[in-house]
């Protein structure tokens, strides 16, 4: 049927058009890879996430249990800047079909500058941001459902600690209603929170170790226990122990113990980036070595670990490309299986673990690019226990972006679990008096040798909340009257 001509309808058309362009963080570009149907075991093509004129660096990635992703980052000052920091952190959210808008919703930070972020959601859909300016830890948080793509939605940022305890490297999880924090000056060091970072208990130390510690990453089991492993390092940041801890008490107490320790056998940097994942009762830690991968795994709860062994070397790098390693990252599907997902300077290649017998397959490309000057820095989530998202740095347009891909996996969609409904959590005592920490209690002895494009601001993948001011909606429903009755005519 023709459309009448006429200036009512041409108003109706408009106002239908001037509606879908209002709507909060439209961005008119390509559709998102995760609108295409993905053959499983396919990574989407890499995309643009972050696509500025300026340096984009440290991104970090969490999901949350309805399926939605989110992904934050430093914006440095100009291209090629030689500092690691920068004024502002940019956020994205993806709902499992477009990406929102980026916006930087830390602007002006503290001190003038952020460092090294460190993302996670609870379960009340509540996504927490923490990050350092050199000499303190801060923290901000936005709800999934209250439009965390608008930096108004964001809480004034606030220090965790009134130490000046310059920071570096830092890691948060949630667990129920907990906040768990790690972070390294000199060691390792230990926060928790109950009620959403609003307060902390003080900075209580992990372990004192003989070297710089560096890179802590910390898990939740499902036992509720804590297990953090990291690396030592000298003062050249050459790597040479893995240490592994942990607490059962909520962190009031921690064991240690180093699982690999190269400290008399190597003269030059052997071991760095370790990370850790519990999957069907499995403890598995991954770590780089030089130009290797290597791994080990715990059946015991970290009382024993396996022999230590490689798992991939650049080497045998399928793009024929001999770099170092940056990180590797670890993710658990519906089933158990473990992903490893490394970051060489040059390629971003992933491999899958199913258990002790049959161990790890051959190792495939994510991505093959230039990288950039920094490594890439990859991290990664996983949706629904079937799918993989990663995102990492890459200079191949000139400056450093923020690059994502994604990959479906052949296994069962995982049920989303609804947000809580309202979080109140019993607060803290105000700043707990911190005590001395005994000598850490060594576990037994392990070694050596024991046995998409970007769209508009999404609708959250949550039950029943749509995201659209009421004006617009309006304005749409007007327009689809106005034809509707035109064409009827």
Aim: with cysteine; charged share 15%.
């Amino acid at each position: 049927m023709k459309l009448p001509s006429k200036p009512a309808q041409t108003i109706g058309i408009i106002a239908i058009v001037v509606a879908l362009l209002t709507l909060p963080g439209t961005r008119l570009l390509d559709a998102a890879p995760g609108e295409d149907p993905l053959a499983p075991g396919e990574w989407s093509t890499p995309i643009n996430l972050s696509n500025t004129p300026s340096d984009s660096v440290w991104p970090r990635i969490a999901a949350d249990s309805m399926g939605n992703v989110h992904v934050v980052w430093v914006e440095l000052e100009e291209p090629n800047s030689q500092r690691m920091d920068g004024p502002t952190i940019y956020y994205t959210m993806w709902n499992g079909s477009v990406w929102s808008q980026p916006i930087d919703v830390i602007a002006n930070p503290p001190g003038g500058y952020a460092h090294l972020p460190s993302i996670c959601v609870d379960g009340y859909g509540s996504i927490h941001l923490l990050w350092h300016n050199w000499q303190e830890m801060y923290h901000s948080s936005a709800n999934v459902l209250g439009q965390p793509w608008s930096a108004r939605s964001w809480s004034r940022p606030q220090p965790t600690t009134d130490w000046p305890v310059s920071p570096y490297w830092s890691n948060v999880v949630a667990r129920d209603s907990n906040l768990y924090l790690v972070w390294e000056s000199g060691d390792i060091w230990f926060q928790r929170s109950q009620d959403g970072g609003m307060t902390w208990t003080e900075p209580e130390r992990v372990a004192e170790t003989p070297l710089i510690s560096h890179r802590p990453r910390l898990i939740v089991d499902d036992q509720g226990i804590l297990h953090v492993v990291w690396d030592d390092t000298d003062e050249n940041d050459n790597g040479y122990v893995i240490w592994y801890a942990r607490s059962a008490d909520d962190g009031e107490t921690w064991s240690s113990a180093a699982l690999y320790d190269r400290r008399q056998s190597v003269q030059q940097s052997a071991a760095w980036w370790a990370n850790i994942i519990a999957a069907n009762d499995v403890l598995l830690v991954a770590w780089i070595e030089r130009f290797a991968l290597i791994s080990t795994y715990s059946l015991d709860g970290g009382n024993t670990w396996s022999r230590p062994v490689p798992f991939f070397s650049s080497a045998d790098d399928p793009t024929g490309r001999k770099s170092g390693w940056g990180y590797v990252e670890l993710l658990a599907d519906g089933q158990g299986d473990v992903y490893g997902i490394g970051a060489m300077q040059a390629s971003v290649v992933w491999s899958r673990w199913s258990g002790p017998t049959v161990g790890w397959s051959p190792v495939s490309v994510v991505a093959a690019d230039q990288g950039s000057r920094w490594g890439q820095r990859v991290r990664a989530a996983i949706t629904r226990g079937n799918r993989l998202h990663a995102v990492w740095m890459n200079e191949r347009d000139g400056n450093i972006e923020i690059y994502y891909s994604t990959m479906q996996l052949p296994v069962a969609e995982v049920s989303p679990e609804p947000f809580w409904p309202t979080n109140t959590p019993t607060p803290l005592p105000t700043r707990v008096t911190i005590t001395p920490l005994p000598s850490a209690t060594p576990l037994p002895t392990a070694f050596p040798w024991g046995k998409d494009d970007i769209g508009p601001a999404p609708t959250t993948a949550s039950s029943g909340a749509v995201l659209i001011p009421v004006a617009v909606v309006s304005i749409l429903l007007l327009g689809v009257i106005v034809v509707r009755q035109l064409t009827r005519r």
